[in-house]
């Protein structure tokens, strides 16, 4: 597995680009094939799913944008991450902890979000 750190920058890189064809592209580096995303709120798979899922939240919150909340860490294939949401203030809107698994070729075959405060 890669450093968990850059996984977790990737991921992050992925939900705060907006400019819709940028945003694709990081999609299909930074997912497999086949990935799937689950979170108290939303669901995608695969890279339609995963983009349309996030182009549907940047939607949802304009100017908004995520930011990593401490260390991540990882083992096996398995990473762990924090981050926050901020509106385009820098006020804290939300935060969470995602749970990543690593494939093979370094990109992520599953992630599950969970909401700490929202």
Not at 1 to 12: E, T, V, W
Not at 60 to 83: C, I, K, Q
Request: no cysteine; net charge negative; glycine share 10%.
């Amino acid at each position: 597995m890669s450093n968990p750190a850059h996984i977790a920058a990737q991921y992050l890189a992925v939900w705060n680009e907006r400019d819709a064809a940028a945003r694709r592209a990081l999609v299909a580096r930074t997912f497999s094939l086949d990935a799937d995303y689950v979170d108290p709120m939303m669901r995608g798979a695969g890279h339609d799913g995963i983009d349309a899922m996030i182009a549907g939240a940047q939607s949802h919150f304009p100017g908004h944008r995520f930011a990593l909340d401490g260390t991540p860490d990882g083992h096996n294939d398995v990473v762990r991450f924090s981050w926050t949401l901020a509106a385009p203030d820098g006020k804290p809107v939300a935060n969470g902890t995602d749970v990543a698994r690593v494939a093979a070729d370094g990109r992520l075959a599953s992630v599950t979000g969970f909401l700490n405060a929202a």
